[in-house]
């Protein structure tokens, strides 16, 4: 029997380094969320962007538009994946068969069509064992955020949606992101002055979906952060959100400065060295620093005084 899928997703997001690994770990084992694994990159052409399949009339050319840009590498025919079984050809027939009563080519239902295909296809994991509690599908696309367009088009296909908006001080956030890949340094500043500029205007102007979260404060004081968190997505507050995925076993903490097996939020996120180079300082104090303080101070469900 096939699982039908169709929750609104929760969406996770904010600049890569931001915590938004950690924060979907956190959901991760909620009765109420239904977690996609890893991030999702849907969009074209690349993640930064929300899909649009308007002009894919034909079901084959929408499967080969859907298909994430990281399950390209990952998934064919039956892999493992962090101990479950994937089918890609079972994902793709699910797909094409849902998709052929999508008449009149609803993009919403055929995003319902593509997560059912996808969890469907996850051969050894019930998925149905908490259906009736399931609220939403969390997934985590990290850079969303620097296009509001993305977020329109987001809350278009998903009115009754969310987004959580990761922000993160900026003289640390820079000091993983620039030695987590090189592809943000020549942009990497600017695109996180974009999402800040974003996230002030979207929590303004959809204040019932999109919230602004401090990844210091999430750190800081986990509890009052999740249960603010679940109060906005209208989840109920569970202990297990305070710990990492698979507690009570351990999970990997996604760290620029060496992964590590934890059970707990390492705290020592925030308290690393800088090391920055002076001009990068200087344009950040400048340019960035205010904007992050105005939506910290003015838009974060966490702010601590």
């Known amino acids: 029997m096939i699982f039908q899928i169709n929750f609104p997703l929760l969406v996770i997001s904010g600049m890569q ?17 239904l977690s996609y694994y890893g991030e999702l990159q849907i969009g074209r052409p690349n993640k930064y962007f929300w899909l649009d399949l308007s002009n894919e009339n034909d079901f084959y050319r929408r499967f080969r538009s859907l298909i994430p840009q990281n399950m390209i590498k990952r998934f064919f025919a039956i892999k493992f994946h962090q101990n479950f079984v994937f089918d890609f050809i079972f994902f793709k027939k699910i797909f094409l068969e849902l998709e052929k009563q999508n008449n009149n080519l609803v993009q919403r239902q055929t995003l319902n069509n593509f997560f059912s295909a996808y969890f469907n296809a996850y051969l050894n994991y019930n998925h149905s064992n908490f259906y009736d509690a399931y609220k939403f599908i969390s997934v985590t696309i ?100 305070l710990y990492p995925s698979n507690f009570p076993y351990y999970a990997m903490d996604n760290s620029t400065f060496g992964p590590k097996k934890t059970k707990t939020i390492l705290k020592e996120k925030l308290d690393r060295d800088l090391d920055l180079p002076e001009v990068d300082q200087n344009f950040i104090q400048k340019n960035i620093y205010p904007l992050y303080q105005e939506v910290l101070q003015g838009h974060t469900i966490n702010f601590i005084e």
């Open 17 to 33: 380094r931001s915590g938004t690994n950690l924060l979907n770990n956190l959901l991760r084992n909620h009765h109420q969320v």
């Open 142 to 241: 990290p850079g969303l955020t620097t296009n509001l367009n993305s977020i329109k088009g987001f809350l278009n296909d998903y009115p009754e949606g969310k987004i959580f908006v990761l922000i993160r001080d900026p003289f640390l956030w820079w000091n993983s992101a620039r030695k987590h890949t090189k592809r943000l340094e020549k942009y990497g500043l600017s695109r996180y002055e974009k999402s800040l500029e974003n996230t002030k205007l979207a929590c303004h102007e959809y204040k019932n979906n999109v919230f602004a979260l401090s990844f210091d404060n999430l750190v800081k004081d986990t509890d009052n952060s999740m249960r603010k968190l679940l109060r906005c997505a209208g989840l109920e507050f569970n202990k297990i959100s």
